[in-house]
């Protein structure tokens, strides 16, 4: 090998945000903890205001860290292999979310294809009907349940088929932000990154409403409705949370865009903050598929 | 490209040995604050010999109880307590924590790197991990008391029937699942993209190999983890109907997620156990690894079979038959790989110069020990003689021959081997004997009579049994004790080894290989600032 000078690989100094992180997530979930294990009781306690205060400490902690994380990148100190890392960290991350949808896709087609029927008595299971329960017939959706509660099919039309598109344009627009980026076209990446925040708010917007109308008196549709419920709300439920979460990115990203951050070539967060779009975009597709239409 | 010092430590030549200007931060908030690797896979180490002390202390306590039948020492619902958080703080606690520590120490030592590829996060993955489990063990003393539905929180008993602490195990899982997956990442990045020039996949050390295939595992099955103790908390708190058949789920459904995650999962403790062992067997065998890329092939296979095998833990629970086929010819496949393993690490040794140092006496019985424990997880592959061993103390023996005399021996092994490198001294030959020995011999004793009382039909997780298991629960609960008492002295080895003894040369094993032994005794605060070349 030709002697070849490497560029040096910028090692941070001591930092503090870690722990305040970790102080946080503690808060969190003691927080979380003790408020979830008195919400079907009397008893109140300290719980929600303890995770409060962990949220707010993951916030301070996060604006802390990404401002280093910020200042270190426009001061130059990163080479080409600490964007690589930060490039192959952030895929993993995604990588790591699809498995946790596939968790909630699994139970979903475990349910549908195995226990509902199962149920119901099939495959070897005839027993099972006949004995526990010979008043239920097995379908999907699952609009009455073993022990008998009722409840009704949100339909794929309306809100959720606008909201299908909505998401679908925003990874478009998302798409357009980028070549704008590479021309270095600053207007033009303006207006489509702020398109795609405005179609993700507006997603999120006609989310909320479609949960109201699900928990209407009309619906009955709960998340205590049976499997159906179930995994309807903890599927849309967490894809909704994502939505937030990579608006919230968006956001972020777009303002540093006003301040005058990235160029065509050092553009690491806006182009993670788009491939997390362009995630969360793939997983409602699969969503609107599995849980609305089939 | 630019050589500036942009790292905030003196960008000297590794050769030069730059701990002269080694500016260690001071203090607590050395520990606190620290973003160096070293730090953090000492810290890892620490905490992970804290809890297996921890976790060890409920298993003394177990083992008292079950010394002689009927209940002396605490009542049933205490035992089950003990139990669950045993396995919980060994998994999670003790060996997971470990082997990270050993990534963070080695993996930028190995490749050249001057430290993991994401250094801050490195530190968060860690710091989280105690607050994690001190809210798990504090469920000890709340009025409701520790879960205690085993550490493989089978739904109903974790949802219907669980008790007034699960929604802090569940955000405590979630903790310890947030840093597996940072800690993960973070290895799968600092070996993708830290390597030294020249150094190709296939010239790694086959320890990098399995820490890289870990990692891997790690990130595809730890957010599954999280997934079912969230549905699981939903089910007990929110009225999902996932686990329960009345609402129209299934609580076989829980087993199936859980052990998606739980069968790779055991191969996350024991893949980087095979890379220690790789590294060790030759540098005391003084030849080249046997097979290194059939090693490699192996191990993937492995990891890839791992995702495949899972509802082998369900042979009796209830299953198509063609299930309980697929899975257990799939599960019988991994015999094969593994096979190789064991094939290669003797072959390794064939004809080799020997010596036997404690490093190469914890693998050596990690070979022998471990192999009993697979071959017990063949018997328990088949899924006709399944349904007589499923739940006996049989399947206690199997699992904790593969994780204690596995896991745990690669974990002494690895200590012993690179604690020159980390203190810079040579530790008590005689005092590591001991250790080895005492262990050896109370390890046997504590695991193999319970072979004969699983296969006797002793069911497992029960804090009384009948009059015929007396003997060899007595004789199972002195050899624990032992072994409990065994793992002082490997504390007493390694503080004295801290505190000096004899100066450990850069190499003090003369068939050791890899770059880590380029570094001096202790290996300086910074390496590598500059990566090495690699021919």
New interface residues.
Partial sequence: ?TT????????????????V???A??L???G???Y??T??TEESGIGGYLLIAGICLVVYMLYG?FSNVINESMAG?Y???MD???R??MS??I???V??F???F??LF??RM???P??GGA??NEMTGAV?WPEFTAAWP?LK???G?ETTQMGWYGLPLINTILLLTSSVTAHFAHSALEKDNRSGLKLWLGLTILLGIVFLFFQVQEYAHGYSDEMKL???S??????F??LTGFHGMHVTLGTIMLIIVFLRVLKGHFTSTNAFAFEAASWYWHFVDVVWVFLFVFVYII | MTTDTLTEQPSADHDSHDDHHDHKPTGIKRWLYTTNHKDIGTLYLWFSFIMLLTGGALAMVIRAELFQPGLQIVEPDFFNQLTTVHGLIMVFGAIMPAFTGFANWMLPMMIGAPDMALPRMNNWSFWILPFAFAILLSSFFMESGAPNFGWTFYAPLSTTYSNGSTAFFVFAVHIMGISSIMGAINIVVTIMNMRAPGMTYMKMPLFVWTFFITAYLLIAVMPVLAGVVTMLLTDTYFGTSFFDAAGGGDPVMFQHIFWFFGHPEVYIMILPAFGIVSTIIPAFARKKLFGYASMVYATSSIALLSFIVWAHHMFTTGMPLAGELFFMYCTMLIAVPTGVKVFNWVATMWRGSLSFETPMLFSLAFVILFTIGGFSGLMLAMTPVDFQYHDTYFVVAHFHYVLVTGSLFSIYAGAYYWLPKWTGNMYSDSLSKWHFWCSLISVNLLFFPMHFLGLAGMPRRIPDYALQFADFNKWVSIGGFAFGLSQLIFLAVVIKCIKGGEKAEAKPWDGAEGLEWTVASPAPYHTFSTPPKVD
Avoid: R
Avoid at chain 1, 5 to 19: G, L
């Fill in positions: 090998m070849k000078e490497y560029e040096s690989y910028y090692v941070p100094a001591q930092s503090h945000w870690p722990i992180g970790a102080v997530l503690f969190i979930a003691i979380a903890g003790s979830v294990s919400i079907n860290w100190k080479s080409h292999q690589n890392s930060f192959q960290g993993w991350f990588f790591s979310e498995m946790f596939a968790a909630f699994g139970a475990y349910a195995l226990s509902v199962w149920l495959g070897s526990l699952l349940t073993p022990d509660t709960y998340m205590t049976g499997i159906y419920g179930s995994t709300y903890l």
